[in-house]
Structure formats: C-alpha cells, structure tokens
C-alpha cells in the first residue's frame, strides 16, 4: 500500500518515466504560428452516418427535410453518439458517398443543402454542474455526441463511464494530452493557447465526473506559449507536465508510460487502469456540451503542405468537403498530387477528395514532392536494428517483417504483432525503406481472419463432439432396452417352458408367447443363415454359392407369417455429425463417422437392436455386429448395402 | 460496406502511398558510404606503413567484385545499376584488401573475392542475406587454404613503407610473380631504426607455415620471420609453445608504433561512425572492454599463454574488428542486448584462440563463430513487449 501510493506522490510530484523507442521527426512547424480561423461554410454538407447509428440505430430526418445546427440527426444504438446537423440547411438526400477512408469506399450519408443562415437550435446547457451526479453529465455529454477528438473517436461518455465503474473503483489519474498526436500537427496547440481557459473548465467538469487523485496536463517541450497559458489558466487545478518532444508520446498508452511510468497492456482499456486520456480538443468539447449547451458540430483542422499557397489552423464544420478545405487554402496540386488525410506518420492518402471531414480528422495535408518525397524503391533488409530501436512497442519488427512476408503467420504471431499499433516508426527509421507498416496492416488482417477461422472451427468441434456423446447415449440406451427385451423374452420363456411342460395348457396367452417366441426364434435362424450368406458373399463367391443354397433352404424352413405384436420403430436414418452435415473439415470426425455409416445404412433400428452375431466374420479379433432387423418377413430384405469402392481398399489394409 | 475506387477518383488521379509518408534521412546506401569513409583514414595509414601494394590488392578485389557483383545480377535478372550502386561490395573489398597480405598474387586476391562475393554473399540471396561476414570468410579462405603465400607475402608495417613500396615494385611482386622476399628485404635495410633484436631461428621448426615451400632463399627465412608483421601473432604463438609470450623479445618500439597508429586510425573511423549512429558506442564498447578483461584474467592466470591487455588491444585485427567487422548489421544478432552479447561472444573467442587456438589468427575464426551464433543470440535476447507483465491496481 505504502509503494503504491508512493507512486501517485511521484506521479503529483512531476516525475517523468522513460519511454522507449520513437522518432524524432524532423520539426515541421506546420502551421504553428498560424491562428484559429473559422472556415467558411460550404454549400454542401456530407455527414456519415455509419457510426452514429449502430445496429438498432435509426435515422430522424428524410430528404427534404429541414434541420438547423446542433439538431439530432440519429438515435444511436449501444454506446454510440447522435449526429447532429452541422449547420442549417435542406436535406438534399440521404444516400452512399465515399467515405474518408483509404479505400475509397463509399457509405451511408446525410446530405445538406446549406442554406448560409447557420441557424441553430436552442442551446441546452447543462446548468449547476458543479453540483451535479456523473450519471447526468455523462447521458449529457453522450447526447452532445462528444467524441475522442484525437482521433480514435472514442465515445468519452462510455471512457469516463467505463472508468468510474472499473475495477479500480474510480479513476486515479486524469490526464489531459496536449502532445500532438502527430509530427507537423499543430490544432491542439492553437486551442490551448488561444482558448485554455475553456480547456480550464473543461478540466473541471471532467474532474467533477471522475474525481481524479491526480489531474495532469501533458504538453511536448516545442510549445512553450501552450505550457504558459495552460499554467496560468490552469493553476489550481491540474499540473502542467513538459515532454520531451517525441513521435508516439501523442498516443495514449506511451504517454501513460510517460507520466506515471505504467505500461498499459494493449489489450485492457486504459480507464479499466484507473488511468483516463482525453484529448484537449475532447476536453474543450466537453466544456461546449456542458456549459455552452452545443453539440459537437465543428472541429479544428491543421491544413499544411507546400503545394498549397498558405497554410494554417481552420475550424470547420463536420462534414465540409477536403476539396472545399483544400480550395479555401489555393491548392496549386503537382502531377498525382498526394492528399494525407490524418498526420504524415498514421494518415492515408485519400483517393478521393470530394470526402467529409469528420470528428477524428486533425489534419489534412497536400505536401509537395520535395517536402514529402516520394516512396523508393525498398531494398533488402540490411537487419541493421534501427526499426528495434525505434518500436515504441519494443518489438523487433524486421523479424515479424520477414515471418510475415515468407507466410509464417503463427511464428508472426509470436513476435508479437498483436503489440504493434502500426504507429509508423520502423517504416520511418528504414534506411532500406522497406513498408514495414503496411505489411503488419496486412498481417494484422491476417491474423484476424486467422484468430476468426479458429473461433469457428473451436465451435465446430465443439458441436461435432457434443453430437458424438448424445449418439453414445442413444446406442446405449437402445443396448440397454435391447438387453431388457431380451432379458424379457428369456423370462417370458423359462414360464413358458413349465407350462408347456403341463402339455394341455388352457392359457392362451401363454401359449401365443410360446408360439411368437418359436416364430421369432426360427425367424432369427432365417435371418442369421441369411446374414452369414450375404457376408460370406461380400468375402468369398464360392462359399456365397454355398450359403444360398443353406438360405434356400431356411428360406423354405422359415414361416410364412408375420411376428405379430411388434411394431417396427423407424430412426431417422444415420444421423451424421453436424461436421459433415455443415460441409466441415474435421477429419477425424470424418474417419470415425465413414466407418459407422455403412453399417447403420443396412437396416432401420429396431427395439431389438444389435446382438453379437457368433457365425460372422472375424476381423482382427473384433465381433462384428449385427444387427436384427424387425421388419416383416415379406418385405424384400434390402440388400446389403454395398461399402464404397475406398472404404473397401482401407478395410482391407486394416 | 462498399470497397471500391470511384470513377470519380480515378479521374482525380491522387497519389496513394501507404503510411508513413516521412522518413528517416539515413538510407542503405549511405549507411555503406559512410563506413567506406570511414575506412579511409585506416586506409591512409595502411598505405603509409606498408606500401602501395595494399591499394593494388584493393583495386584487384573492386574489379573482381564489381563483375561478380554484374555477373550475379544478370544471372538473377536484377537491375545492374542497384546492384552496383548498392555500396556494399566495396567495403568488403577494402576490408579484404586491409586483411590480405600486401604483396599477395593477384590471383589469390581474385579468389578470395570472389569467393567472399559469389559464395559467401550471394549464394544466401545478396546484401541483407549472408549469414557470414564476406570478407572474413574470404580472407579465411585463403588463410586456410594457401597459409605459406599468406606468411610470405605479408610485410611488416614499418614507417614510411611507401617510400619503398612503390606502385611499380609491388606491381612486379603482386602481378609478375617476383619473389616478394627481395622487396622485403629492401624495405627491411631501409628501416630507420636498428634491424630488430632477436631473431629466432629455433622457432622456425615448430611452425608448419613458415616452412619454405619453394626454397628460393632458404637463408632468408629467418629474417623474414622476424619482420612477418602477421605473423606477430604467429611469432607469438611460436613463442607460446616455448612457454612465453614476452613480447619485449620481439618488439621494439619503433616495430610497435606503426600497429598503434593504424589502430587509432581505425578508432577514428569508428568514432565517426559511432557520432553518425550506424555503430552502437554499446557494443563497439563492449567489445573493447571485453577483450581487456578477458586478457587481463588470462594474463593473470596463465601468464605463459595470455598477451597482456595492451599486446591484445593493439596486435593483429582487434581494432578493425570492433569498430568495422563486428559491427556489420547483417551478419549480427538484431537488438541491442543481442549485439552486446555478441561483441562480448566475439571478444571471448579471440582472446581465447589466441591463447589456445592452432591458427594464429584469432579475429577472423571468432567472427565466423560469433557470425554462426547470431541466430541464436536472437532468440535468446528475447524483448519485453509493451505492457507485458503489467500488475492490474498500480496506481491504488
């Protein structure tokens, strides 16, 4: 206990952990010095509706309809947030549109026509909330559509939500990241310097939700007017943290390293830690919903890039095109002409520019050729260590590099690909410019069908096992009854016997018995002389030859008439295991299940069930069972059914 | 979701290229540049010290490298211009060419290239592939197979060397087979100070290599023994089996001041490549200090078998080794623990094959061994993944 809290006292104290790995990209000023400046309002809005509406979300509005700023466009399912209208305007249509997405590919959207009068709906403040219970707050905050505006677009009510109600029981540390999250980005940095006193409140309203031990604001040691007017404004109530100024330190779990020296594993949620991250951008966002009554509509985009005659910090509505972004900034583009969406180390390139800026884009950047150039040629891998060195994930990626590559997907598996965050850093210290990110992209995908493939194989085998003991059951309650039956017929007989022994016995009932149990017995005979000639048939021609001739004479032997009283059960055939029923690819149960049918396929299950057949074949020392059919006498008996020609060959071999 | 590119994208015609889209200014291809530089000071002094027959052997081993290297990539239909623009293959020319014996014939320096280039390199897929460093390989393939050209052809490094070893004399020794003891032998007489103390011609006997193979001049053997610079090492394992390794015996200072120069010219370079971070100080380091420890126990113990730590330090190719030879990434374990322990593994074998090795040349064998190590220092320096081994409730 004493260590533990020592660590909460280092944490309040301003000591700062190492961390290891990272990149220090060469410093893009970027657009630092360039003030927040409202965009103008596009004439046309484009909005995704994919993630504000989940499974059992529904839209509110149809086309034609008219919507103003901060206006509800979806009831979201599950965790999800609702989408507000960005602004006033006509809804042109509702329909697919690409998306911001690497791929191009094309999505759900909401259309409007803007009208240019930017009217809202009537502000809903949250008042009194200082003196408000979270659970209020967070459904306030959700309704707001707050999001993780770093750009993972965590729904911060489910975060904050999520750490109160952890295992840890309440959230210790609270920290506000103010490091770009990526190089040349500089969004966060404008905000906190022009706008830190509502930071400040939104601090505040977090720390009324959480009630944090510590509150801690991380900012990188290359923006010291930000760390000068967090201080001032935040005096009081948070620390102001200086970090050295590194690549991944933006992203949650090394900033975490960083300033309370735990490394939160990639699988658990950093609240589950009793560690919180949000963005000053979420936290800015916070305050708008809380204090200000406003919905998420608008976001502040860092623009950069030399093919574009200025550069700067814009604040745009969601949903505003990059080409409208692009153009308000005088694109001059150059032949193919590069458009990163999202930072130059985790961005993409857009193929298309006619796609909406949405809550995650911090960044849209047009660079030129000289300032970015153009991806070489890789070479080999000269195993020269760099890319370990830098892994912030302390991986060693040109080993998963080369497992991946050669297919070896579980030894890539082993490396730890699963660690990777595909943050970029080994890609970008290669001095062979070898993709590194892109094949653990591809790995990753890999490795998740792979991860898929085997959940439903586990499920498969699972049931196929589950089918092979229900059918143990069945064959064992069926000996169970046969042996009664049996045990039956025996009982019934040694009464008959003394009875028949009085030679004028008057019980007719008795004597019915006697005379169905002679009739089933010689139609037993029959049927096992039968039997035996069918066998020997399938083994050997000249003995068949001869067994006809005995099942001849059975035959002639055998009464004309029908056992009565029994009632022929029918099954529904040989059932085979769901494996193969499915088309699926288990093989043992495969072998088990080819070997089983056969012999089933020969006859419908009768009450009496199997006996051991003393005359029949051996096989390795095995008794072969057969089975007694029930069936009446004048039905042909069907004929033996035939093993396929491969079955025949394995048998043979065994 | 649908997954397809829009005509409307495919008239924009905007360039895709997958993430990250900045990089690190170091390439391959300066990586290799820069240690070639960086063998040039070391170079300067080699020439210095033991005449231009080294810049012949050098130039020898380009050109056979270089139609290697030409050959390779037509065969394997590459681009001839990567392939030989990739820098790689003149560093290993230079360091054969540092390696070899100055006045060896031309076409044993062919072989040992072609050799390091064809079989030891390309064979396991080219640059990045190779499981052994080319050159050390080469240089052992000779050492192996020819030893007596090795011991004759070597020449002592001796001030101003080059004053004597001018292109043309190495010229006739190296390409028209004169024999290379007349030119020792004048480079010897040209010795500024006194002609060294001893001589030891009782050691001859012991030492299989150093039994003229062609008897031109028999009388000579033992003068010739007594300059053999490489055969400094050879010297002391002959004194070795005597029970002594009292280097004052052999080694006057002005024979001991040409190996303290070239070695801190190999230092410089090293130190340049260290401030440009293609070698780790770690490993460069730990080698050194591994060596002196090494030798400083050995020398404690085992007085009679051990060089003292300096011998060590200074004679055969422990400079050249530490800052050029082990730290070739290809050939090397990956992390840094791992290249840690491997300078350390390397250190321990050419300390150890000093002492007790048949071969006088100890640097060579332990990076071939290190080399066959490497995989597995690999998988035994496993790394700690990010947030592996965390306790839930730290923060309580």
Redesign the interface.
């Known amino acids: 206990?004493q260590s533990?809290?020592r660590?909460?006292f280092r944490i309040a104290h301003g000591k700062l952990w190492k961390f290891?790995g990272g990149?220090r990209?060469d410093a893009m000023r970027g657009a630092r010095d360039d003030a927040i400046e409202q965009l103008r309002i596009p004439s046309l809005i484009t909005l995704p509706t994919g993630r504000y509406m989940g499974k059992d979300g529904q839209l509110l509005v149809n086309a034609g309809d008219y919507v103003k700023r901060g206006q509800p466009l979806t009831i979201p399912g599950g965790r999800l947030v609702p989408l507000h209208a960005s602004t006033s305007g006509t809804v042109l249509s509702i329909g697919?549109q690409?998306l911001p997405h690497?791929?191009?590919?094309?999505?759900q959207c909401v259309t409007i026509k803007t009208d240019g009068l930017d009217a809202a709906v009537a502000p809903k403040p949250f008042r009194d909330w200082g003196s408000a219970a979270p659970g209020p707050l967070l459904a306030h905050i959700r309704e707001m559509g707050v999001e993780g505006m770093g750009g993972a677009l965590y729904q911060t009510a489910a975060k904050l939500s999520s750490a109160l109600d952890g295992?840890?029981n309440g959230c210790?540390?609270f920290i506000v990241n103010g490091c770009e999250c990526e190089?040349g980005l500089s969004c966060d940095d404008r905000l906190m310097r022009e706008r830190a006193d509502q930071i400040a409140t939104g601090i505040r309203i977090i720390q009324r939700i959480l009630n944090p031990k510590v509150t801690i604001i991380a900012i990188e040691d290359d923006k010291p007017e930000a760390i000068k007017a967090m201080t001032a404004a935040t005096a009081g109530i948070a620390f102001v943290r200086t970090l050295p100024a590194r690549y991944p330190s933006g992203e949650a779990?090394p900033l975490i390293?960083i300033v309370?020296g735990?490394?939160?594993?990639?699988n658990?949620h950093t609240s589950e830690?009793?560690?919180v991250v949000d963005n000053v951008g979420t936290v800015y966002a916070v305050k708008r919903a809380v204090v200000d009554g406003e919905a998420v509509t608008s976001r502040i985009v860092t623009v950069v890039g030399s093919s574009m005659k200025r550069h700067g910090n814009a604040e745009v509505r969601l949903g505003t095109s990059v080409r409208f972004i692009l153009n308000s900034f005088h694109l001059h583009p150059e032949f193919?002409?590069?458009?990163?969406m999202g930072g130059?180390?985790?961005?993409?390139?857009?193929?298309?520019?006619?796609v909406p800026v949405t809550k995650g884009t911090a960044c849209v950047?047009a660079?030129g050729t000289a300032e970015?150039?153009?991806?070489e040629?890789p070479?080999?891998?000269?195993?020269?260590?760099?890319c370990?060195?830098a892994c912030?994930?302390?991986?060693?990626p040109?080993?998963m590099y080369a497992f991946s590559k050669a297919g070896d997907h579980a030894h890539a598996a082993k490396c730890?690909i699963s660690?990777c965050t595909?943050c970029?850093c080994c890609?970008?210290?290669?001095?062979?410019?070898i993709?590194l990110?892109?094949q653990f992209?591809r790995e990753k995908a890999v490795q998740q069908i792979l991860f898929r493939t085997e959940q439903r194989n586990t499920r498969a085998r699972e049931v196929a096992a589950e089918h092979e003991k229900r059918e143990a059951e069945r064959k064992a309650r069926i000996a169970a009854k046969r042996a009664a039956a049996l045990a039956r017929i025996k009982a019934g007989g040694g009464k008959a016997a003394p009875a028949g022994a009085a030679e004028d016995a008057a019980d007719n009932g008795k004597a019915d018995l006697e005379f169905r149990r002679q009739a089933a017995l010689r139609a037993r005979a029959a049927r096992k002389a039968q039997m035996e000639a069918a066998s020997a048939k399938a083994a050997n021609e000249e003995a068949a030859k001869k067994e006809q001739a005995q099942e001849a004479a059975a035959q002639a032997a055998a009464p004309e008439e029908k056992a009565p009283g029994q009632t022929v059960q029918k099954s529904r055939g040989p059932a085979l295991p769901y494996s193969l029923r499915r088309g699926g690819r288990l093989k043992s149960a495969e072998k088990v299940e080819l070997w089983q049918a056969p012999e089933e396929h020969e006859r419908d299950l009768s009450l009496v069930g199997e006996v051991p057949d003393e005359n029949a074949p051996r096989d390795e020392g095995r008794v072969i069972t057969r089975k007694l059919p029930v069936e009446t006498f004048e039905q042909p008996r069907p004929e033996e059914h035939p093993l396929p020609q491969s079955l025949k060959k394995l048998r043979s071999r065994r | 979701m649908n997954i397809r590119i829009t005509e409307q994208a495919q008239k924009q015609n905007l360039g895709i290229e997958p993430a990250p889209h900045l990089h690190a200014r170091m390439s391959t291809r300066m990586i290799m540049l820069a240690t070639f530089l960086a063998l040039l000071p070391a170079s300067g002094a080699f020439y210095y010290f033991t005449g231009f027959g080294f810049v012949w052997q050098f130039l020898i081993s380009l050109a056979t490298a270089t139609v290697c290297e030409a050959a390779v990539a037509l065969l394997r239909r590459r681009s001839l211009v990567a392939s030989l623009t990739d820098c790689s293959f003149p560093i290993t020319c230079l360091i054969l060419a540092l390696t070899l014996p100055p006045l060896l014939p031309w076409y044993l320096t062919c072989a040992a290239t072609a050799f390091a280039i064809l079989l030891v390199k390309e064979a396991f897929g080219g640059l990045g592939m190779n499981i052994f460093n080319p050159a050390m390989a080469g240089f052992i393939f000779l050492f192996v197979s020819c030893s007596g050209f090795m011991f004759r052809t070597w020449v002592a490094p001796q001030s101003a060397a080059c004053e004597v070893m001018t292109p043309s004399a190495t010229m006739d020794v190296i390409f028209y087979g004169k024999p290379p003891l007349d030119l020792k032998s004048r480079l010897e007489a040209a010795a500024p100070g006194a002609t060294p103390v001893a001589t030891r011609e009782g050691h001859d006997a012991d030492n299989p290599f150093l039994v003229p193979e062609d008897t031109t001049s028999g009388a000579s053997e033992s003068a010739e023994d007594a300059t053999t610079g490489a055969t400094i090492l050879e010297g002391v394992k002959a004194s070795r089996k005597q029970g002594t390794v009292d280097l004052a015996s052999v080694l006057a200072d002005e024979t001991i001041s040409p190996y303290i120069w070239i070695s801190c010219m190999f230092a410089l370079g090293g130190i340049a490549l260290m401030i440009l971070r293609i070698v780790i100080v770690k490993m460069a380091l730990s080698f050194f200090i591994a060596i002196a420890l090494f030798a400083a126990i050995g020398h404690a113990l085992w007085p009679a078998l051990f060089m003292p730590v300096l011998d060590q330090l200074i004679l055969g190719g422990t400079a050249i080794c530490g800052f050029f030879i082990i730290t070739d990434p290809v050939t090397n374990a990956g992390t840094s623990k791992g290249r840690i322990a491997f300078a350390v593994l390397c250190a321990f074998l050419i300390v150890a094959i000093r002492a007790l090795g048949s071969y006088s040349d100890s640097v060579a064998f332990s990076v071939l061994l290190s080399n066959a190590a490497a995989p597995l220092i690999d998988v035994l320096t496993h790394r700690r993944a990010f947030g592996h081994g965390y306790r839930n409730g730290e923060l309580d």
């Open positions: 206990m533990k809290s660590r909460l290891f990149v990209p697919d690409v690497p791929s191009g590919c094309t999505g295992p840890l210790k540390v190089p779990r390293r309370t735990i490394e939160v594993p990639y658990v830690c009793g560690v193919r002409q590069r458009v990163i130059p180390m985790m961005g993409f390139t857009l193929p298309s520019i006619d950047m660079p970015v150039p153009l991806s040629a070479l080999h891998c000269i195993r020269c260590g760099r370990a060195r912030p994930s302390r991986l060693v040109y080993q730890g660690d595909l970029g890609s970008f210290e290669c001095p062979s410019r993709p990110t892109l992209r």
